[in-house]
């Protein structure tokens, strides 16, 4: 199994858009072999502690990863889009 430092959760955030985002984990899942994809995602998410959250970095919008995170965990982690492509999708995810 690959650990954080290997999925690279990395401690910054930089959406480019030039407003100033508390300092969070980014989660790039571009770097992620396909086939483990979801499941390194939902790995990081399922170790979320309460109030804590993290940046996950798509190639595209993650609709059915999202629709799969909602049914794990129902309304307890919440979705706030950062950037909205073309080339990424940032997305600070929260455990409430």
């Known amino acids: 199994m690959r650990s954080v ?4 959760l990395t401690a910054k955030s ?5 407003a ?8 790039d899942a571009r770097t992620i072999p396909h086939a483990v994809r ?5 790995g990081v998410v399922d170790g ?3 109030g804590a959250a993290f940046i996950l970095i798509a190639p595209h919008d993650p609709l059915p990863l999202l629709g799969q995170i909602a049914e794990r965990h ?3 982690i919440a979705v706030e889009y950062v950037q909205r ?3 990424a999708w940032k997305l ?4 409430a």
């Open 20 to 27: 100033a985002h508390e300092q969070l984990p980014e989660l």
């Open 14 to 18: 930089a959406c480019g858009c030039g």
């Open 85 to 87: 492509g073309p080339e």
């Open 38 to 42: 979801h499941a390194a995602i939902f």
């Open 74 to 76: 129902g309304g307890d």
């Open 5 to 8: 430092t290997e999925l690279n």
């Open 48 to 50: 979320l502690q309460p």
């Open 92 to 95: 600070k995810l929260t455990h």
